[in-house]
């Protein structure tokens, strides 16, 4: 499985109307991203991959990311190997721990030893017949633990919220040959206020997740910086601007060491597919 170029991250693929995901998805591929990303907070996974996956022919349909607390790593096996045998070598399984307050939220306490937790999960994909090849799986890893353990036993890692300078420093900590596949968020608008209407909230609700504030503080932001959600902080985290300064952005994460990035797209209504803003990125983003 080759992954480069410039891919889709979209929660509307995944949870959307699924006749316009099938429909988005071939015109996605059309336009040239090579991976399509969904994300996994509950609900039927695998039949939205693989309805992705037959909507398509040659794009990479990537979990972005498995969360491994709702899934048995016997059924995740079973599912990649269905998929992998009707679609071909396109399904990158994404796998994550996700975060203690939306595990425990579920059940008080289940979110503990997360490496722990990642060790055993890959070791139930690795002891299933057929086994999910290291090849394709990534995991998301923001800190240094994390990232060991995907260079060890995965393709690579899916850092999600990430500026381009910790791309560089991921890049240096796995050295030459795993994949690097950062996502970036992004606001196709033409100034700061209306890049803040629409990003400042959703951005405040990934920051009152530890994983993503502490990665965060460990990159030179300060607690201040996450709190108010700063200009500066903003700034690093959601790309924002004319298809220039989105292509701009990508570039940096490239020349940091990424080999693909996943952008995602935010518009006023959260729900609605941005069909029209992936139509005027691709031109600047896949070429």
């Known amino acids: ?43 039927p996974l695998f039949d939205a991959v693989g309805d992705l996956l037959a909507a398509t022919r040659r794009a990479v349909v990537a979990t972005g990311i498995l969360n491994l607390w709702m899934h048995e790593p016997e059924d995740a096996a079973a599912a990649h190997a269905a998929l992998t045998a009707e679609h071909g070598d396109r399904f990158l399984m994404g796998i994550g721990v996700s975060h203690a307050p939306l595990v425990d939220a579920q059940e008080a306490g289940r979110y503990r030893r997360p490496l722990a937790a990642m060790a055993a999960f890959l070791d139930g994909l690795d002891g299933a017949r057929p086994p999910v090849p290291a090849g394709s799986r990534v995991l998301a890893a923001l800190g240094p633990k994390m990232q060991a353990t995907a260079k060890a036993r995965s393709r690579g890692v899916h850092p999600y919220l990430v500026p381009p300078e910790h791309t ?23 100034t700061r206020d209306e890049a803040r209407a629409i990003g400042t909230d959703w951005l405040r609700g990934y920051l009152s997740l530890p994983n993503y504030a502490n990665n965060l503080l460990r990159s030179g932001f300060s607690s201040e910086d996450v709190e108010s959600v700063s200009d500066r902080l903003f700034d690093a985290l959601i790309a924002w601007g004319d298809e220039d300064a989105i292509r701009r952005r990508v570039d940096d994460h490239r020349d940091a060491g990424a080999d693909h990035v996943c952008v995602q797209v935010l518009t006023p209504d959260e729900r609605a597919f941005p069909r029209d803003q992936w139509r005027r990125l691709a031109a600047a983003l896949t070429a």
Do not use: F, H, K, N
């Open 168 to 190: 560089r420093r991921t890049r240096e900590s796995l050295g030459e040959g795993p994949l690097v596949l950062p996502e970036q968020t992004v606001i196709l608008c033409s």
């Open 1 to 43: 499985m080759e992954l480069s170029g410039t891919g889709v991250w979209s929660q509307q693929l995944r949870y959307g109307d699924r006749a316009e995901a099938a429909d988005a998805a071939a015109e996605l591929e059309e336009l040239g991203y090579t991976a399509l990303w969904v994300p996994d907070v509950g609900g």
